[in-house]
T-cell receptor, first 114, second 116 residues
Framework: SQQGEEDPQALSIQEGENATMNCSYK?????LQWYRQNSGRGLVHLIL?????REKHSGRLRVTLDTSKKSSSLLITASRAADTASYFC??????????????FGQGTILTVHP | EPEVTQTPSHQVTQMGQEVILRCVPI?????FYWYRQILGQKVEFLVS????????KSEIFDDQFSVERPDGSNFTLKIRSTKLEDSAMYFC??????????????FGAGSRLTVL
């Protein structure tokens, strides 16, 4: 099954604007995470939200989770050129036996123009 | 800040050759993983490793793949006979696996494998 589908696939904004990316998934989850990947580099963990949480903040990041709709959103406020990267949501299935078995989405490519 | 290191950063090999990708996970982490990302596609789980054995593997992780922790620091992925479709970026990751942050993975920068 396809899990963790993001939209939009690409987002282009000006510095200072907010960027919103959405993610949908299909199975019951334990938690949902967002990762960032700069071009050609590894993935960096940004934020984790558990299935019993609805909203979480970390600095300029705000994540929401709606388990009834099986969807999440990542908001980056006051974006900077340095935020230019690909952003992935990843889910950990409920009842999974492996702590770190993540199912990744396709990702959103964010470009922030100075 | 502790990091996961991977070598080589890029390897080019001929189809049918064996390849070993190496990783040094974070020292106090207990769970180790390999993921791969074919160009333009999703990051996919390959295998998880705990207590010196595979704890879970995906359908992709067939008999051509193996993992090993040969000593207290290295974690390797071996592909016995590479195919063209094995060309991808391979990421190693680790996690403490206990308590807060158990599900949060620290990824290495990746090893790009090109099979010709």
């Amino acid at each position: 099954s396809q899990q963790g589908e993001e939209d939009p696939q690409a987002l282009s904004i000006q510095e200072g604007e907010n960027a919103t990316m959405n993610c949908s998934y299909k199975t019951s989850i334990n938690n949902l995470q967002w990762y960032r990947q700069n071009s050609g580099r590894g993935l960096v963990h940004l934020i984790l939200i558990r299935s019993n949480e609805r909203e979480k903040h970390s600095g300029r990041l705000r994540v929401t989770l709606d388990t009834s709709k099986k969807s999440s959103s990542l908001l980056i406020t006051a974006s900077r050129a340095a935020d230019t990267a690909s952003y992935f949501c990843a889910t950990v299935n409920a009842g999974g036996t492996s702590y770190g078995k993540l199912t990744f989405g396709q990702g959103t490519i964010l470009t922030v123009h100075p | 800040e502790p990091e996961v290191t991977q070598t080589p950063s890029h390897q080019v090999t001929q189809m049918g050759q064996e390849v070993i990708l190496r990783c040094v996970p974070i020292s106090n982490h207990l769970y180790f993983y390999w993921y791969r990302q074919i160009l333009g596609q999703k990051v996919e789980f390959l295998v998880s490793f705990y207590n010196n054995e595979i704890s879970e593997k995906s359908e992709i992780f067939d008999d051509q793949f193996s993992v090993e922790r040969p000593d207290g620091s290295n974690f390797t992925l071996k592909i016995r006979s590479t195919k063209l479709e094995d060309s991808a970026m391979y990421f190693c990751a680790s996690t403490r696996g206990r308590g807060a942050g158990a599900n949060v993975l620290t990824f290495g920068a990746g090893s790009r494998l090109t099979v010709l």
